[in-house]
């Protein structure tokens, strides 16, 4: 943590699931951390997401997606994320996603998905060394 | 020698290998338990096994009677696949269902709503309209098993369609038998997935109370969980408190319907938790029992010894499974389903190895109701009834989890009652609080998961997982379409008008909702109702 950046992260959760513990802690531990942190709540659609990542200026969105549907979810944020020309905001994610589907999240452009397990730690360490404030704002 | 002598003399003299000692839940543990540390409740007050306050269970012959009903919950891609699985559970030897269903049931939307996009079947089985639901119970005689349901906010419309197929089999509403979870309050605290306000929420749940009482005495109206709550991260304590004043609140709601306590406290049923604390698990149990028992008598003045039974389900904790050698977790659930017995459970079920990965293989489930069956059959602790009472240790972390609850239950009344304390967030906010902490203590190591921040290793093996094929959110979509055309539609909206009527008369909704499904109406169609009378709740978001 050596450099000042200051960095704006979206905790967001996606879909119907209402399993939102992991959701919880990772936004109170990166805010902790020192990252201005912004928790959308249950129940987002990928629209809901991306306009909330627009409207807050964010420079990154994690996402917590437990219940199956992460390759339906993934791809239609970035989706959205794009159309409202934010596709340089750094989506990554954590939850339950098999081995086999992670080649299809990175070429949708899914950063890494942090999966059951993974420390507070780690997840901090990673967005420090790999998200940058987006320019131009 | 007393207690406090041989603490300061005897017991400094060898060192220990931790500083603390302390529950999952960080309850410190003493060194030792004696029988000074049994403050208010004497070996008296504990009882015997089938006599008030129930500390020591709720039958007097518990396992020498019959074992506990092995119950696993089964759920996935069509009903026809769940079918099947249920099929295979009943001839492995299980003696009842349990059904898991999807997301969007669970949130009240068809397979074909756009926000059912990539749920389908995915988490549970997918049922739309009452059609699914018969392929869901083909060949499966209704008046032969109990069925438990895992659904909440639209528990009114998925209990509507199971007496629709009962009536359409001809078998007597008298004749079923089967548990609904139907638990909203918990909704609110842990699990989330709601419709409407818990206000409107509780008056559908308090209507199910009333209609089961009078038409459908064998179903369990309401299981009242605190599974979720441990699962959203509580204390032990927290899941004990915060169930019981969920149960509460659903007394209260059914004597302020004019119901007498006696007519249907009896079917109101529990569901717990077990987590890895073997001791404290158990504690817990017993610290129920006796609480309910003594709630239900002082507060509520229950006459029917019935009503003050705390009969429950348990379910070995699937937040507590790892993804890191996945093997490992066959032990965690052989220890946990061990807990549950020893605390006297009436039915329980084993998750399954690879949960944290997928839904279960057909191995993998049949391993976890095995380890049920070696319990059961082997191990020989069902030949005893509470083996542990009496045990110093046992019955003092019994009453301090029973004072502590008590608190919690206090500072509820306090605030109004645990609607008004769902509405400011007071459990929502406990629980969070407490499960940043234990996250805090993982990341230190001051608590310890094997094969996660202890004993962990490099390599693994993929384990074989079952996965879903895409084909199953297509063909659900198919189901439900050709349902919506080839119903008569007339009809159809007729019986979605007078939903919508007795929705805001107040009028009980269960026989609309009978008719409603009858007349294909479907499991999306009833929600949209549902937000428009009643308004959609919000996730306050809090942190």
């Given at each position: 943590?050596?450099?000042?950046?200051?960095?704006?992260?979206?905790?967001?959760?996606?879909?119907?699931?209402?399993?939102?513990?992991?959701?919880?802690?990772?936004?109170?531990?990166?805010?902790?951390?020192?990252?201005?942190?912004?928790?959308?709540?249950?129940?987002?659609?990928?629209?809901?997401?991306?306009?909330?990542?627009?409207?807050?200026?964010?420079?990154?969105?994690?996402?917590?997606?437990?219940?199956?549907?992460?390759?339906?979810?993934?791809?239609?944020?970035?989706?959205?994320?794009?159309?409202?020309?934010?596709?340089?905001?750094?989506?990554?994610?954590?939850?339950?996603?098999?081995?086999?589907?992670?080649?299809?999240?990175?070429?949708?452009?899914?950063?890494?998905?942090?999966?059951?397990?993974?420390?507070?730690?780690?997840?901090?360490?990673?967005?420090?060394?790999?998200?940058?404030?987006?320019?131009?704002? | 020698?007393?207690?406090?002598?041989?603490?300061?003399?005897?017991?400094?003299?060898?060192?220990?290998?931790?500083?603390?000692?302390?529950?999952?839940?960080?309850?410190?543990?003493?060194?030792?338990?004696?029988?000074?540390?049994?403050?208010?409740?004497?070996?008296?007050?504990?009882?015997?096994?089938?006599?008030?306050?129930?500390?020591?269970?709720?039958?007097?012959?518990?396992?020498?009677?019959?074992?506990?009903?092995?119950r696993q919950f089964a759920g996935f891609g069509t009903p026809e696949d769940t079918n099947q699985r249920f099929k295979l559970l009943l001839s492995e030897g299980q003696t009842g269902l349990s059904t898991a269903f999807d997301m969007p049931v669970l949130m009240g939307y068809d397979a074909d709503h756009p926000r059912s996009l990539g749920e389908v079947g995915?988490?549970?089985?997918?049922?739309?309209?009452?059609?699914?639901?018969?392929?869901?119970?083909?060949?499966?005689?209704?008046?032969?098993?109990?069925?438990?349901?895992?659904?909440?906010?639209?528990?009114?419309?998925?209990?509507?369609?199971?007496?629709?197929?009962?009536?359409?089999?001809?078998?007597?509403?008298?004749?079923?038998?089967?548990?609904?979870?139907?638990?909203?309050?918990?909704?609110?605290?842990?699990?989330?997935?709601?419709?409407?306000?818990?206000?409107?929420?509780?008056?559908?749940?308090?209507?199910?109370?009333?209609?089961?009482?009078?038409?459908?005495?064998?179903?369990?109206?309401?299981?009242?969980?605190?599974?979720?709550?441990?699962?959203?991260?509580?204390?032990?304590?927290?899941?004990?408190?915060?169930?019981?004043?969920?149960?509460?609140?659903?007394?209260?709601?059914?004597?302020?319907?004019?119901?007498?306590?006696?007519?249907?406290?009896?079917?109101?049923?529990?569901?717990?938790?077990?987590?890895?604390?073997?001791?404290?698990?158990?504690?817990?149990?017993?610290?129920?029992?006796?609480?309910?028992?003594?709630?239900?008598?002082?507060?509520?003045?229950?006459?029917?010894?019935?009503?003050?039974?705390?009969?429950?389900?348990?379910?070995?904790?699937?937040?507590?499974?790892?993804?890191?050698?996945?093997?490992?977790?066959?032990?965690?659930?052989?220890?946990?389903?061990?807990?549950?017995?020893?605390?006297?459970?009436?039915?329980?079920?084993?998750?399954?190895?690879?949960?944290?990965?997928?839904?279960?293989?057909?191995?993998?489930?049949?391993?976890?109701?095995?380890?049920?069956?070696?319990?059961?059959?082997?191990?020989?602790?069902?030949?005893?009834?509470?083996?542990?009472?009496?045990?110093?240790?046992?019955?003092?972390?019994?009453?301090?989890?029973?004072?502590?609850?008590?608190?919690?239950?206090?500072?509820?009344?306090?605030?109004?009652?645990?609607?008004?304390?769902?509405?400011?967030?007071?459990?929502?906010?406990?629980?969070?609080?407490?499960?940043?902490?234990?996250?805090?203590?993982?990341?230190?190591?001051?608590?310890?998961?094997?094969?996660?921040?202890?004993?962990?290793?490099?390599?693994?093996?993929?384990?074989?997982?079952?996965?879903?094929?895409?084909?199953?959110?297509?063909?659900?979509?198919?189901?439900?379409?050709?349902?919506?055309?080839?119903?008569?539609?007339?009809?159809?909206?007729?019986?979605?008008?007078?939903?919508?009527?007795?929705?805001?008369?107040?009028?009980?909704?269960?026989?609309?909702?009978?008719?409603?499904?009858?007349?294909?109406?479907?499991?999306?169609?009833?929600?949209?109702?549902?937000?428009?009378?009643?308004?959609?709740?919000?996730?306050?978001?809090?942190?």
């Amino acid at each position: 943590m050596s450099e000042e950046k200051i960095l704006r992260i979206l905790v967001a959760k996606a879909g119907l699931d209402g399993h939102d513990r992991g959701a919880k802690i990772i936004a109170r531990a990166l805010r902790d951390a020192g990252f201005e942190v912004i928790y959308t709540g249950l129940h987002q659609t990928p629209e809901m997401i991306a306009e909330a990542a627009v409207q807050e200026d964010v420079d990154a969105v994690g996402l917590s997606i437990l219940s199956g549907a992460h390759m339906t979810l993934f791809p239609a944020i970035l989706g959205a994320l794009k159309e409202r020309g934010a596709e340089d905001v750094a989506v990554f994610g954590g939850g339950i996603v098999p081995e086999d589907d992670m080649p299809g999240l990175t070429k949708v452009g899914v950063k890494t998905v942090f999966t059951p397990g993974a420390s507070t730690q780690e997840i901090v360490d990673w967005i420090w060394a790999n998200v940058e404030p987006r320019s131009g704002l | 020698m007393n207690k406090q002598a041989w603490l300061n003399e005897k017991y400094p003299q060898q060192e220990e290998r931790s500083e603390r000692f302390s529950t999952i839940s960080d309850m410190e543990i003493e060194p030792v338990y004696t029988p000074d540390d049994l403050n208010g409740s004497n070996l008296e007050g504990v009882g015997y096994p089938g006599e008030y306050p129930y500390t020591r269970g709720v039958y007097p012959s518990m396992y020498r009677g019959r074992y506990w009903t092995m119950r696993q919950f089964a759920g996935f891609g069509t009903p026809e696949d769940t079918n099947q699985r249920f099929k295979l559970l009943l001839s492995e030897g299980q003696t009842g269902l349990s059904t898991a269903f999807d997301m969007p049931v669970l949130m009240g939307y068809d397979a074909d709503h756009p926000r059912s996009l990539g749920e389908v079947g995915r988490e549970g089985v997918s049922v739309s309209t009452i059609k699914d639901m018969e392929r869901l119970f083909q060949d499966i005689p209704l008046d032969k098993v109990s069925t438990s349901m895992t659904v909440n906010c639209t528990a009114s419309i998925l209990l509507a369609m199971y007496i629709a197929v009962a009536d359409k089999q001809g078998i007597p509403r008298s004749q079923i038998s089967g548990t609904i979870q139907n638990d909203m309050l918990k909704e609110y605290i842990a699990q989330k997935e709601w419709i409407c306000p818990p206000e409107p929420a509780v008056r559908i749940v308090t209507d199910m109370i009333e209609f089961c009482a009078k038409e459908v005495p064998r179903w369990h109206a309401v299981s009242i969980s605190g599974y979720h709550i441990r699962e959203a991260g509580s204390t032990a304590v927290q899941e004990l408190a915060f169930t019981l004043a969920d149960g509460i609140g659903y007394v209260q709601a059914g004597m302020e319907r004019g119901l007498d306590v006696d007519e249907f406290a009896p079917r109101l049923s529990f569901f717990f938790d077990i987590h890895n604390d073997f001791f404290e698990e158990i504690a817990k149990l017993r610290a129920a029992r006796r609480m309910w028992a003594t709630i239900m008598k002082e507060r509520f003045n229950a006459k029917n010894p019935r009503s003050m039974l705390l009969r429950t389900h348990c379910q070995t904790a699937g937040v507590s499974l790892t993804a890191q050698q996945p093997v490992n977790n066959v032990v965690r659930v052989a220890i946990q389903a061990l807990a549950g017995v020893l605390g006297g459970t009436q039915s329980l079920h084993t998750n399954s190895m690879d949960e944290t990965l997928a839904l279960p293989t057909e191995e993998s489930v049949t391993v976890a109701l095995r380890t049920q069956q070696i319990i059961a059959e082997e191990s020989g602790v069902t030949n005893f009834v509470d083996p542990l009472g009496g045990s110093w240790a046992i019955e003092a972390l019994t009453d301090r989890m029973e004072k502590e609850a008590f608190a919690y239950i206090d500072r509820i009344d306090e605030l109004g009652g645990i609607i008004r304390a769902i509405n400011i967030g007071f459990p929502q906010k406990e629980i969070a609080d407490a499960a940043y902490r234990y996250q805090q203590q993982l990341d230190a190591r001051e608590k310890v998961i094997v094969g996660v921040n202890s004993h962990a290793v490099e390599e693994e093996r993929p384990m074989e997982i079952l996965k879903i094929d895409p084909e199953v959110e297509r063909s659900q979509i198919a189901q439900v379409t050709q349902v919506k055309q080839g119903r008569d539609k007339a009809t159809a909206e007729e019986q979605l008008g007078r939903v919508h009527a007795a929705a805001r008369n107040g009028q009980n909704l269960m026989p609309v909702l009978i008719d409603a499904v009858k007349a294909h109406c479907t499991v999306g169609e009833i929600s949209d109702v549902y937000r428009e009378v009643f308004g959609v709740y919000q996730d306050p978001a809090w942190l």
